[in-house]
């Protein structure tokens, strides 16, 4: 009978398999009479695109106002938290922080935060760090609320439980640059909408470590909870969630993490300066010391958050009654110094002590990339040509005499079939089915490639799976999954992803389950593979890639490295909190039976632990479509550049690839093996046939020399510098001919005026807006503002504590009209605007604290008006008002200064350089508030304009990040300083 039984249990496998196997053979001999078994007819597939585009416009259109709104809602914690972080002194928040890890940990904790924050301090990037953490600080508790929720229905309600698990996958595998524009139109462009991204990716973390700990509380422990009396909803909230406080621990830090390495996407969609954006910013220049400094920012922050949270599961009452005293005078001593810091140590702004510490690493990234790029080569080649390639067109086609040595023939073909039969066979004998016929299908995979796998083989494996890992929903499930990629049409680039996806979950599996037993074994080795992990982590992808991308270059190597080392990282959490976290009465019952370290290790805390691993290999999972999609190569893999490998190399494959076509192999294996272009093969063979093997060697490159040579370049710069009027020229702004012009008369260089376009381009000179400047504005005044009178103003203000701003005013005109429209080709589009003209006038001031106000108004600016407007400025003011603006003569009018004197001395006016409007951060409001609605807006009547003009200004006083950031600009960047 127990045989029988176990028969019977197994009968499925074999049906699996025996289906498989059939479906691969028929495939296999009948692809070459039917090629449609091989790949799809391109009219066979189905529009899923523009459905999908249809559906989402359908369910943006709904969903938008409540996204709104909840955007609107969300904006407030968020300026409220950026407030308390920026506009606050940055020793006041240093202190707060360390005594509050003192608060939690005693003198350790508080010595690791001033550390980490002392790193903070002296990068340069504190101001970038406390809007980042203004995120952080939002996101994470909606985040970890969003997931506790999920998980705990999840839990109560079991037929949810299949949906919910979908949902979380969907959540985790959809690559994060796909639900930007969704997001976007949903929410709008600002901070919130980096909040809602950050909070997205956090929640399912936290969603599957809650379910996984409520699933995991000991039977006897809810048993006696009901004996006691206690409802579902008590056993819930204070026994089973307490009990499974030490998994819910592990999402939470998984939600810190996971928010963190979203800062650089939520500065993409959320448009404020924060370290992401910074990140972003030295990413996109090459610059990886100033970029791995940024990131390490990031890191900083996810390890004391990471370390600050699992703090507060500690129940050392000793330990913090001690601790409490020492947090105090920490406060104490912060406040101290901060009402009695001088202005040596008040400007944060001058701490920037690690910043040549990273172009230095950037030049020794430089250095050894040239000297060890041999070695590094032939690295990446071994693994591409003797793992990869393999495993990607199988063997057949990948061994060739140029990569293994010898060429695949008919001969190793039939040995190694001989061979796999030989190897499932011995496995049959030794009772083990499964393995046999496991070690069958993969050696099948190893010689045909995963993708040229003929899809109706892929799509029995994955139902076959899912038969026997689920039953018959989950293989209905995996087929229409399957079928569904192959009729959209993504079915080649599905199998890329599969192929890369597979081979860094082995990798990741292998290496990660073996890490997480040393880390759980040796607390030593934990507190090196620690650190390691949340760097990670955390730290942004786009950092890792560029010491990658600069070592390998672009291909399927360097997207194998940087999925693994992103995707590993879970599997080493995971298996070591599983090992750890194995219950003392186990533990106790296994010493008992005199069980050794090993025994103990392999037969009591690993299988109690295969939960845990097994939610970390499937957390692993869901990263490596999301880093297959952040590799910046098209199609999964571009073809191999040839133009980057030296001479004598290109020369060597020439002659190899040649040499091989003439021994009978065919010139497409050849080509897809070395990764060149189709079109390489052909040209090689002509030119052999031509020349012979001579004309498959490298001449010495030469070309025509320039006519402009680069010595040029720098008096070509300063005369372009220079006004064309005074070079006897009668336009002010420099065209090609012009400079053609100037290129004869200066240099004797006749070049045409299209090259006079590649000269200026290769020089570092591209065509630009002019920025007009007055002639009679003058120099010397403007350097006596920026070095003497502005400073002056600020130390004044400060001492004062007064509020500074910049304002102006303008008018708004009916006729303005700026932007563009889409249109047919040739027929320019038509817009009807009314013929009548009309204006209204704004006068608005602006605050480096990102504060705007304002007052628009019918009548003409009088100084009547403008003493309106700055009583309005003034009402319920606490503190003094210095207001910088240009000299106008309403500025300086008499009843203007009459009003000043007698605000005794809570207005202080300050006049602009004559004729300096670029200083005047004022500005870049108006043109801000042109360019985005006035300017793109048809009005009728002038009572529309004034709404228009209130409306937007208004839009614009809410998002206080926008108006910071004007005074990043150049010109007015002084202010800040």
Not at 133 to 146: E, H, K, Q, W, Y
Not at 841 to 854: D, E, I, M
Not at 923 to 930: A, C, G, N, Y
């Amino acid at each position: 009978m127990p045989e029988r039984s176990t028969l019977r249990g197994r009968r499925p496998l074999y049906v699996v398999w025996t289906v498989v196997a059939a479906v691969a053979l028929m495939a296999t001999l009948l692809r070459g009479q039917w090629p449609w078994l091989q790949t799809l007819p391109a009219q066979w597939t189905w529009p899923v695109q523009e459905g999908l585009t249809g559906l989402s416009e359908g369910v943006t259109a709904v969903l938008k106002p409540i996204a709104r709104l909840f955007a609107s809602l969300l904006g407030y914690p968020m300026a409220w938290m950026s407030a308390l972080l920026t506009e606050s002194h940055w020793l006041g928040v240093y202190g707060a922080i360390v005594a509050l890890g003192c608060w939690l940990r005693g003198w350790r904790m508080a010595l690791y935060a001033a550390t980490a924050l002392g790193f903070i301090v002296a990068s340069g990037y504190w101001s970038e760090s406390m809007n980042t953490l203004s995120l952080i600080v939002v996101s994470v508790p909606l985040a970890v609320m969003l997931g506790s929720a999920i998980g705990v229905a999840a839990y109560r309600y079991a037929r949810l439980r299949p949906l919910v698990e979908g949902l979380l996958d969907f959540m985790q595998t959809i690559p994060t640059f796909a639900y930007l524009i969704p997001l976007l139109v949903l929410f709008g462009f600002g901070p919130v909408v980096g909040l809602v991204a950050s909070a997205i990716y956090a929640a399912p973390p936290m969603a599957r470590n809650t379910l996984l700990g409520l699933l995991l509380v000991h039977p006897e422990i809810k048993e006696a909870a009901a004996m006691s009396g206690a409802n579902a909803l008590q056993r819930l909230f204070w026994v089973e969630l307490p009990a499974a406080m030490s998994q819910i621990m592990v999402g939470v830090n998984q939600a810190i993490m996971a928010s963190l390495s979203m800062v650089i996407i939520a500065a993409v969609i959320g448009g404020f300066n924060d370290i992401g954006w910074q990140v972003l910013l030295t990413m996109r220049k090459a610059q990886f010391g100033e970029s791995l400094l940024a990131g390490s920012v990031i890191v900083v922050f996810a390890i004391l958050m990471d370390r600050m949270s699992a703090a507060l599961t500690a129940h050392n009452t000793l330990a913090q009654k001690s601790a409490q005293y020492f947090a105090i005078a920490i406060a104490g001593c912060a406040l101290a110094m901060v009402a009695l810091s001088g202005a040596s140590i008040s400007d944060i702004t001058q701490f920037t002590w690690l910043r040549h510490m990273a172009g230095e690493l950037s030049s020794g990234l430089d250095e050894f990339v040239v000297t060890y790029s041999a070695a590094l080569q032939a690295f990446k080649n071994a693994v591409l040509f003797y793992i990869l390639l393999p495993l990607k067109i199988g063997l057949d086609d990948a061994v060739l005499d140029f990569t293994w040595g010898f060429v695949w023939n008919d001969t190793l073909n039939t040995g190694y079939i001989v061979c796999c039969f030989i190897v499932a066979v011995v496995l049959f004998v030794l009772a083990r089915p499964a393995l046999a016929v496991t070690a069958g299908f993969l050696a099948y995979v190893v010689l045909v490639g995963v993708t040229q796998l003929p899809w109706p083989v892929v799509i029995a494996v994955a139902t076959g799976i899912g038969w026997l890992a689920g039953g018959f929903r989950t293989s209905i499930f995996a087929a229409a999954a399957f079928f569904w990629i192959l009729f959209a049409g993504l079915w080649d680039k599905a199998m890329l992803s599969l192929y890369l996806c597979a081979t860094a979950a082995l990798v990741s599996a292998m290496a990660g389950i073996s890490l997480g037993i040393v880390g759980a074994v040796s607390d030593n080795a934990w507190r090196v593979l620690r650190p390691i992990c949340d760097t990670l982590q955390t730290i942004p992808l786009f950092v890792l890639l560029i010491p990658v991308l600069m070592l390998f270059q672009i291909g399927e190597f360097s997207a194998f490295l940087a999925i693994v080392a992103y995707a590993i990282v879970p599997s080493i959490r995971y298996t070591r909190h599983g090992i750890v976290d194995t219950p003392p009465v186990l533990v106790e019952a296994a010493q008992a039976n005199g069980c050794t370290p090993a025994q103990m290790l392999f037969y009591v805390r690993l299988p109690y632990a295969v939960p845990s691993i097994l939610l970390g290999l499937t957390t692993s999972a869901k990263n490596y479509p999301t880093q297959i999609n952040k590799m910046c190569y098209s199609d999964a893999m571009k073809k191999t550049d040839g133009r980057s490998l030296p001479h004598s190399a290109r020369e060597a494959i020439r002659r190899h690839a040649v040499a091989q076509v003439l021994s009978g192999e065919s010139p497409e294996k050849v080509i897809k093996a070395l990764g060149f272009h189709r079109s390489c093969i052909d040209d090689w063979l002509s030119r052999y046939e031509q020349g012979g093997e001579q004309a498959l060697s490298t001449g010495k490159i030469t070309g025509r020399p320039r006519k402009c040579p680069d010595e040029y370049a720098d008096r070509l710069r300063e005369l372009v510098k220079t006004n064309p009027l005074q070079l006897d020229f009668h336009d002010a702004l420099w065209t090609r001919s012009m400079i053609q012009i100037l290129l004869k008369d200066k240099f004797g260089i006749e070049v045409s005026e299209r090259s006079v376009g590649n000269i200026l381009s290769r020089w570092g000179m591209s065509a630009q807006r002019p920025r007009f400047k007055a002639y009679e504005q003058n120099p010397a005044q403007v350097k006596v503002w920026l070095r003497e009178t502005w400073p002056e103003v600020q130390r004044e203000a400060k001492r004062r504590r007064a509020r500074v701003y910049f304002g102006d005013e303008s008018t708004i005109r009916s006729d303005y009209h700026r932007g563009t429209t889409w249109g047919v080709r040739g027929d320019t589009p038509v817009v009807a605007k009314t013929g009548r003209r009309f204006s209204v006038n704004r006068l608005s001031a602006v605050s480096p604290k990102g504060h705007l106000r304002f007052m628009v108004t019918e009548s003409r600016v009088t100084a009547d008006v403008f003493i309106d407007f700055l009583r309005r400025l003034l009402h319920n003011a606490k503190r003094s008002v210095y207001w910088v603006v240009d000299g106008h003569p309403i500025h300086r009018a008499k009843k203007v200064q009459e009003f000043v004197r007698n605000s005794q001395g809570k207005l202080t006016l300050v006049l602009l350089p004559p004729y300096s409007p670029e200083l005047n951060p004022d500005e870049l409001v108006w043109h801000h508030v042109k360019s985005q609605r006035i300017g793109r807006t048809v009005v009728a009547t002038k009572e529309q304009l004034m709404a228009l003009a209130r409306s937007v200004l208004h839009s614009l006083q809410q998002n206080t990040q926008i108006i910071k950031r004007f005074f990043y600009e150049k010109h007015v960047r002084y202010i800040l300083n």
